[in-house]
C-alpha cells in the first residue's frame, strides 16, 4: 500500500485545512483498511490526530486525540481510496507534520492510538499555524 498526503500549508490561527491522503492498494481493498493520520512537531515524538476505520461500504466508526476533538474530522471516500482529515479552528499548537497512516488489521478500539499498529505510512505533510 503507498500512501500519497497532500493538502498542507501555511495558515492563521482560526483558519481551516484539508488533508488529504490518497492510497494506491493494489491487492488490497481500500475500504477494508484502518487509516489515520498522526503528527510530528520539530524534535517531538509522532503522535496520534485521528483514526477511521471500516465497518461497511457506507458506514465507518472514527477516533480523535482529545486535543482534536471537536475541530477535525476524518472521512474516508471509499470509491476514490482517499482519506481526508478538515482542520476547523486551527491552532498554533496543530503546527507539525501530518502523516498518514494504514492499517491492513483489525484493531480493537484501544488500538488506534498506537504508532505500532499501523503497517504503512505517507511521506508527510507539513502544516504550518501562525499566530
Known amino acids: 500500500v503507498q500512501l500519497q498526503a497532500s493538502g498542507g500549508g501555511l495558515v492563521q490561527a482560526g483558519e481551516s485545512l484539508r488533508l488529504s491522503c490518497a492510497a494506491a492498494?493494489?491487492?488490497?481493498?481500500?475500504?477494508?483498511?484502518?487509516m489515520a493520520w498522526f503528527r510530528q512537531a520539530p524534535e517531538k515524538e509522532r503522535y496520534f490526530v485521528a483514526a477511521?476505520?471500516?465497518?461497511?461500504?457506507?458506514?465507518?466508526?472514527?477516533y480523535y486525540a482529545d486535543s482534536v476533538k471537536g475541530r477535525f474530522t476524518i472521512s474516508r471516500d471509499n470509491a476514490k481510496n482517499t482519506v481526508y482529515l478538515q482542520m476547523n479552528s486551527l491552532k498554533p499548537e496543530d503546527t507539525a507534520v501530518y502523516y498518514c497512516?494504514?492499517?491492513?488489521?483489525?484493531?480493537?478500539?484501544?488500538?488506534?492510538?498506537?504508532?505500532?499498529?499501523?503497517?504503512?505510512w505517507g511521506q508527510g505533510t507539513q502544516v504550518t499555524v501562525s499566530s
Open positions: 497512516a494504514a492499517s491492513q488489521r483489525r484493531l480493537p478500539s484501544g488500538s488506534y492510538y498506537h504508532i505500532q499498529s499501523y503497517d504503512y
Open positions: 477511521i476505520n471500516y465497518i461497511s461500504w457506507t458506514d465507518s466508526s472514527s
Open positions: 492498494a493494489s491487492g488490497r481493498a481500500f475500504s477494508s483498511l484502518v
